[in-house]
């Protein structure tokens, strides 16, 4: 147990999650954006402080099939319903953290936050193995480097929260803001793409 709630480190914890929540609570947003784009349009808030990075696109794996259109789409519906899930339980035990001390050095809480950031990095792998087809190349780019960006948070997450270091919690709650707007440009990309579709 944490012996001193007001000590400088525990302050500085809290700090972290409550940071951590703000993260996760734009990733949620960003990441429910991604599935009505291609039936109804939905407004998506956007960042004008967020750097916009443009990479050139990969061109899929060749061992792989591609992908139709509608099957793509489906499956990424699919992956950010579990996103979702994932960074709402994040959300869940970081403020409940942030309430309760104690929490961080609660085996129990620990493990629910290993359990959460297991589900998000399976999300990632999941978007990794996917084909796109042509036409979503440049979003399935974007997707991959929101992908990469979350996998490096949630191993600061993971290990900040077994460590109760606020430092590292902090750098996870940066590589979900970094992964939040590769989310956007890709949910902004695939917008357009609809756009011009119909």
Same mark, same amino acid.
């Given at each position: 147990?944490?012996? &001193?709630?007001?000590?400088?480190?525990?302050? *500085?914890?809290?700090?972290?999650?409550?940071?951590?929540?703000?993260?996760?609570?734009?990733?949620?947003?960003?990441?429910?954006?991604?599935?009505?784009?291609?039936?109804?349009?939905?407004?998506?808030?956007?960042?004008?402080?967020?750097?916009?990075?443009?990479?050139?696109?990969?061109?899929?794996?060749?061992?792989?099939?591609?992908l139709s259109e509608t099957e793509y789409l489906a499956r990424l519906i699919d992956i950010s319903d579990r996103y979702i899930v994932a960074f709402g339980d994040i959300t869940?035990?970081?403020?409940?953290?942030?309430?309760?001390?104690?929490?961080?050095?609660?085996?129990?809480?620990?493990?629910?936050?290993?359990?959460?950031?297991?589900?998000?990095?399976?999300?990632?792998?999941?978007? *990794?193995?996917?084909?796109?087809?042509?036409?979503?190349?440049?979003?399935?780019?974007?997707?991959?480097?929101?992908?990469?960006?979350?996998?490096?948070?949630?191993?600061?997450?993971?290990?900040?929260?077994?460590?109760?270091?606020?430092?590292?919690?902090?750098?996870?709650?940066?590589?979900?803001?970094?992964?939040?707007? *590769?989310?956007?440009?890709?949910?902004? *990309?695939? &917008?357009?793409?609809?756009?011009?579709?119909?």
């Amino acid at each position: 147990m944490i012996q &001193e709630p007001d000590s400088p480190k525990t302050r *500085r914890l809290i700090w972290a999650l409550i940071v951590l929540v703000l993260g996760v609570c734009i990733a949620c947003g960003a990441v429910a954006t991604l599935g009505p784009a291609h039936s109804t349009p939905t407004a998506t808030p956007t960042a004008t402080t967020v750097p916009t990075i443009t990479p050139a696109p990969t061109t899929p794996p060749l061992s792989a099939p591609t992908l139709s259109e509608t099957e793509y789409l489906a499956r990424l519906i699919d992956i950010s319903d579990r996103y979702i899930v994932a960074f709402g339980d994040i959300t869940t035990l970081a403020q409940a953290a942030t309430d309760d001390p104690d929490l961080f050095a609660s085996l129990d809480w620990q493990n629910h936050i290993v359990m959460a950031a297991a589900a998000i990095t399976g999300c990632n792998d999941e978007v *990794r193995q996917l084909v796109p087809p042509a036409r979503f190349i440049d979003v399935h780019f974007q997707l991959m480097g929101a992908a990469d960006a979350y996998d490096t948070a949630m191993d600061q997450l993971v290990t900040g929260a077994l460590s109760q270091d606020p430092n590292l919690i902090n750098q996870a709650a940066g590589n979900i803001t970094i992964g939040n707007a *590769r989310l956007q440009q890709a949910t902004g *990309r695939l &917008e357009a793409l609809d756009d011009r579709s119909g």
